[in-house]
């Protein structure tokens, strides 16, 4: 007889989220996790007392009040802003795309100036309708800024030319004709205070999780003991990989202690030259405004992905969307399985996504399995 109601394989955000809902609404749940910690890729690690974002730089950010004062009624967010600098052969510019950038590349002071400084460059390159990310990226800031600033990052990040490339990737950044170096147009934004695995304790507290349990490897045990899956890992390994692989890019971190308490002076710095084999600089203390002595620097490489390497972006171009499909048909016949994630539904999902997609689905089949006064709470988060 099954011990829980539900067994989440993966203690990411959409895992958490999920047991957190359900053991709210007295269901019994438990979570494993392939890796020694729970959080998935939003794990931070101690390091001289800065939270070092372990799998790369976290920012959150949302448009949806319910869900920023979902986590936040787990943790307080700070009130960081991402405001990244790209640097090019020893020049720095500001992200994203703004009059900042537009001055420090051509020397426009207007909106007027840096739109026809853009309109003049799209018309020389004939974009008249985007195919690809390359014509994209012009048609949203000309040649040059595309040639400095996104063409050497995309084609290091992806390890695929631009042209090859879909266009949603690059539409992910603002271009504004102001002085505004949020990177972000969302109205929450924030890191929460303590860092990351605050926000997962919160979610997972009084939730059974055990860690260093790798579905595949324990199957036969894990199983049976829960009347349905939530399965948060890679949708083709699911599968045996009986339809192919699904591409991921893969990242491989640097990390390095200073004796300095500022190295750079902001979060993040882009490398966009191609000849530089590593695509950012992160200076974890900035996101939670730190005052140690020293500080702590990743410098993120972008690298071909494998069975055996941890995924991270998935590659959502022509021939992995095919593959997709075949196994997204063969898990709709699944009875007790719920996939979710970045990983289960090969989706670009930031974390409030991640977040939403977990509470619409607890909250899909809760209304469907009424609970009484959790329906009053269901009602109150829009997803
Ligand atoms: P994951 O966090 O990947 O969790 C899945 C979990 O499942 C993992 O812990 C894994 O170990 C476990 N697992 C997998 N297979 C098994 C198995 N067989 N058995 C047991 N356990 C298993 N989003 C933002 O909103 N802002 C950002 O700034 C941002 N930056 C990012 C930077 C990088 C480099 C990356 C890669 C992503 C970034 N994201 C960002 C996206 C964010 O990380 C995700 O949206 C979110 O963490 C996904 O949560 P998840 O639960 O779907 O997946
Ligand atoms: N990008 C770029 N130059 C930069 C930053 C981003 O060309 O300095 C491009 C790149 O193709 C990247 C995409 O914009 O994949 C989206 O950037 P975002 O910061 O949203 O990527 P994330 O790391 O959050 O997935």
Not at 274 to 290: Q, S
């Amino acid at each position: 007889m099954a011990v829980y109601d539900y067994l989440i394989v993966g203690a990411g955000l959409f895992g958490a989220v999920f047991a957190r809902e359900m053991t709210d609404a007295g269901r019994k749940c438990l979570v494993i996790d392939k890796r020694c910690h729970a959080g998935g890729n939003v794990y931070c690690e101690q390091i001289e007392g800065i939270n070092v974002h372990k799998y790369g730089p976290h920012i959150f950010h949302t448009n949806d009040r319910t869900i920023w004062e979902y986590v936040n009624s787990f943790v307080p967010f700070n009130h960081f802003i991402y405001s990244p600098l790209a640097e090019y052969q020893g020049v720095l510019y500001n992200m994203p795309f703004n009059m900042n950038t537009f001055y420090q590349m051509w020397k426009v002071k207007t909106p007027q100036e840096a739109m026809d400084k853009i309109a003049e460059q799209v018309k020389e390159a004939g974009i008249i309708h985007p195919n690809n990310l390359e014509e994209q990226a012009i048609s949203m800031v000309g040649v040059d800024i595309y040639n400095k600033l996104i063409k050497g990052y995309t084609e290091k990040q992806w390890g695929r030319k631009a042209i090859d490339l879909p266009k949603f990737i690059i539409k992910r950044l603002p271009v504004r004709f102001n002085y505004d170096n949020n990177y972000f147009n969302d109205t929450y934004q924030g890191i929460p205070v303590g860092g990351y695995n605050k926000l997962i304790d919160g979610l997972l507290s009084g939730v059974e999780v055990r860690l260093n349990c790798d579905f595949f490897k324990n199957r036969n045990e894990v199983a049976g003991m829960a009347n349905a899956i939530v399965y948060t890992g890679k949708l083709d390994e699911f599968y045996d990989y009986k339809f192919g692989l699904l591409e991921y890019r893969s990242l491989r971190f640097e990390h390095e202690v200073l004796g300095v308490a500022n190295y750079q002076g902001v979060a993040i710095i882009n490398s966009t030259d191609i000849k530089v084999p590593y695509t950012r600089t992160i200076e974890h203390k900035h996101f939670e405004f730190g005052t140690q002595s020293k500080t702590v620097i990743t410098r993120e490489f972008s690298d071909e992905s494998s069975v055996e390497k941890e995924a991270y972006y998935p590659i959502n171009d022509v021939r992995n969307e095919e593959i997709l499909k075949k196994y997204v048909e063969l898990s709709k016949l699944e009875q007790n399985v719920i996939f979710g994630g970045r990983l289960a539904e090969y989706k670009y999902y930031d974390m409030h996504q991640v977040i939403a997609a977990a509470l619409k689905k607890a909250r899909h089949i809760l209304n469907k399995q009424p609970v009484g006064a959790y329906q009053a709470k269901l009602k109150t988060i829009s997803v």
